[in-house]
């Protein structure tokens, strides 16, 4: 049973561009979550979806971030026109239920912007 | 909203010694978890214990959630136990897995 999957692990972009991060749920999990971990920092909350759902975004940016779940494919986090201070590890976690159940979390993608 | 604190925030252990890490929470919570995230970035599951004791080889855990915190041992540390290690809870009232800030453990060979 292949756990969360994300792609890519690292990404690079420049000022201005636009950055995919895409998560595949373990199987038969329907919510995923996303989460932003600074350098040396904890992981902080973003972003809550099911299936073609916004559940809760109170934790994205509102500006440039957005994220998706949608009804046949990866979760998939875009930040557009992406500055240095978007340079960060994104992680994705995927549960069978609802968060009050356990969470597992992908690998996670990092983003570097020159 | 709640606070997670751990505790110590920084930590050096000699290979072959026993450790506990402490994770105090504000609020009443029905989810607590305890993760290892290793030198290269990965976040590893170690415990799901909202409540009790659990034990997984040289690691273990307790929660008492009436009193709000939660404690994670590891015996007989080796240098592959060297990494950070978050405690994350969810509250009564939400449904959001908020992480603490940490301990970081380095064990010396």
């Known amino acids: 049973n292949a756990g969360v999957m994300q792609n890519p692990r690292h990404l690079v972009r420049r000022r201005g561009q636009e950055a995919r991060l895409r998560c595949s749920p373990m199987?038969?999990?329907?919510?995923v979550y996303w989460y932003r971990q600074l350098p040396e920092e904890g992981l902080k909350f973003m972003v809550y979806?099911?299936?073609?759902?916004?559940?809760?975004e109170s934790g994205m940016p509102k500006e440039r971030f957005s994220a998706e779940f949608p009804k046949e494919g990866p979760s998939i986090l875009r930040i557009q026109q992406v500055v240095r201070g978007d340079s960060a590890a994104y992680f994705c976690?995927?549960?069978?239920?609802?968060?009050?159940?356990?969470?597992?979390f992908g690998e996670g993608s990092r983003l570097t912007v020159l | 909203g709640i606070q997670v604190e751990q505790s110590p925030p920084d930590l050096i252990l000699q290979e072959g010694a026993n450790s506990t890490l402490r994770c105090n929470f504000s609020?009443?919570?029905?989810?607590l978890q305890w993760f290892h995230q290793n030198p290269w970035g990965q976040l590893i599951n170690l415990f799901y214990i909202p409540s009790g004791t659990k034990q997984n080889g040289r690691l273990s855990a307790t929660t008492v959630a009436t009193e709000r915190y939660s404690l994670l041992y590891i015996s007989s540390s080796q240098t592959t136990d060297s990494g950070v290690y978050f405690c994350?809870?969810?509250?009564?009232?939400?449904?959001?897995?908020?992480f603490g800030s940490g301990t970081r453990l380095l064990v010396r060979p």
């Open positions: 994350a809870v969810v509250t009564d009232s939400s449904y959001k897995l908020i």
């Open positions: 609020d009443s919570v029905n989810n």
């Open positions: 979806l099911q299936k073609e759902n916004i559940i809760d």
């Open positions: 199987k038969g999990h329907s919510h």
């Open positions: 976690a995927s549960s069978p239920r609802t968060i009050r159940g356990e969470l597992f």
